[in-house]
């Protein structure tokens, strides 16, 4: 595969002062942290609102005028936690980073990104910028960012009362592909049928996929992409890793998963993470001790890695780097409350809760279990989708719930239906009530597992930040 410059090259483009975004910076910054000593937020939105209200032309001017690289990450799932071993893998490769840590990846996110690329005068102060961009958002702001990388993660059905179906979403996507500046890379998960497919007529596309001998999971009614993307034929798999996503190929027109530049070809799991092995086209393999769970890891890894190489930094600084990555908030990260051990599990649609419930499987039987959903522009109206969600593999496992937020009712119901032990579940809307009365049920020494969308779930760290118990959701 082809590197751009060495671990420690710096790119040279003009860093010259703007005194209207240093103005815009101030005036974010000020926003931002009026919003957090208020007890607002992280103001890791209104610090862009503010600063594109005074220069409103800030992302073209901080990212593609300037020439800053930028790796912008988009798709369906696992933005954040692919953003974030990209950034390490920078880092520490001798970079200077510019990253929207904290998941704010709508148009006015990435506003307050480009502050952080510009320092006090408005002179750049970044060598690159890894931007995760929602995608409903990433076509309207292509040109402004002008990515040197494109990564593409998966197409799943999310939010359908804001992101239409698939085959759209899978479009906006690709018309963003097709509009990256030449000499620009483009990462795609192969083991996505619809995601492999994006634009064919790229001159750089570079493709990951997970290389393993066995299934990790089974197609279910469930399932998305499960015909070709070519002719509609149902799609043949030799392997199913995640949802609809494998080694597919095509019994009708023979269209299959293209092959892979980065693979993975082991993944092991311990108490600590998991161990990752990365194979190269043309490059030694190298392998990685995550310190987070579940399978999803290795394809946001894996992306990270082709991402991160296309910008010259070698395999084996990714993979050291990959190995202090912590999960980010919600992203199955753990704190202890009251002598109980609490773990955040955000999931949004039925490809996350797959994953979600792939790791509580392996937890000790007899946990605690809290569900929270609730519809917002944030979290969208449409909750069909709980319906398939596999909540019965849980049902064993767990010895009191919860379910809480403006869909208690329709959990309850969806509980129901997959016949749990209704006297074992309580139904409290109110999000911080429910969370304060499921840890106080919790034993001593015993587990509680919060599975939760974006909204709810932040409001809940929130509150587990006021009282000691962990970081606020913008400090990942």
């Known amino acids: 595969m082809r590197g751009a410059s060495p671990d420690n090259a710096r790119v040279t483009t003009s860093t010259a002062p703007s005194a209207r975004l240093g103005l815009a910076r101030a005036a974010g910054r000020v926003a931002g942290a009026a919003s957090r000593v208020g007890g607002r937020g992280g103001g890791t939105a209104i610090s862009g609102v503010v ?29 954040t936690t692919t953003a974030g071993f990209a950034a390490a893998a920078l880092r520490s490769a001798g970079r200077r980073v510019a990253a929207n840590a904290a998941g704010s990846n709508m148009i006015q996110g990435i506003s307050a990104l480009a502050l952080d690329t510009v320092d006090v005068i408005g002179r750049r102060r970044a060598d690159v910028a890894v931007a995760e961009v929602d995608e409903a958002a990433l076509l309207a702001i ?27 979403t899978a479009g906006a996507l690709e018309r963003a592909a097709e509009r990256q500046p030449s000499g620009g890379t483009l990462v795609l998960c192969a083991d996505d049928p619809l995601v492999a497919g994006i634009a064919p007529g790229h001159p750089d596309r570079r493709f990951v996929g997970l290389d393993l001998p066995e ?3 089974r197609i279910t009614s469930a399932a998305d992409s499960i015909r070709c993307p070519a002719c509609r034929t149902a799609l043949a798999y030799r392997t199913v890793q995640l949802g609809h996503l494998g ?8 269209l299959a998963r293209p092959p892979l530049d980065v693979a993975v070809t082991s993944i092991a799991r311990d108490a600590d993470g998991t161990e990752i092995t990365f194979r190269f086209r043309d490059r030694a393999a190298v392998a990685s001790h995550i310190p987070q769970l579940g399978l999803h890891v290795a394809y946001d890894a894996a992306l990270a890695l082709a991402a991160v190489e296309a910008l010259g930094v070698t395999p084996k600084t990714a993979a050291r780097a990959f190995e202090a990555v912590r999960p980010a908030w919600g992203r199955l990260d753990a704190f202890e409350a009251l002598g109980r051990h609490v773990i955040l599990a955000f999931a949004k649609n039925p490809m996350s809760y797959r994953t979600v419930i792939g790791v509580v499987e392996t937890l000790p039987p007899g946990l605690d279990l809290l569900l929270v959903h609730a ?3 944030v979290d969208g109206e449409d909750f069909g989708w709980l319906w398939d969600v596999e909540y019965e593999r849980l049902r064993r496992l767990v010895a009191r719930t919860t379910v809480s937020g403006s869909k208690a009712g329709e959990l ?17 809307p109110d999000e911080i009530a429910a969370f304060e009365a499921a840890l106080r049920n919790t034993p001593d020494g015993g587990t509680l597992a919060v599975v939760s969308g974006y ?8 509150h587990a930040q006021r009282q000691g118990w962990t970081r606020h959701f913008w400090e990942s």
């Open 142 to 168: 292509a040109d402004e960012l002008r990515p040197r990388v494109l990564v593409v993660t998966n197409v799943v059905r999310d939010q359908l009362d804001r992101f239409g179906e698939l085959y759209a």
């Open 215 to 217: 299934s990790h999971d």
């Open 455 to 462: 909204s709810p779930l932040r409001r809940i760290v929130e």
């Open 51 to 79: 600063a594109a209200w005074v220069e409103p032309d800030i992302r073209r001017r901080a990212f593609a005028d300037r020439g800053l690289p930028v790796i912008a990450i988009s798709g369906s799932n696992g933005k």
């Open 375 to 377: 519809s917002s522009p």
């Open 412 to 428: 309850a119901n969806r509980l129901a239906y997959a016949d749990w032990p209704m006297p074992t579940v309580t139904v409290e």
């Open 247 to 254: 080694d597919w190929s095509c019994p009708g027109c023979g």
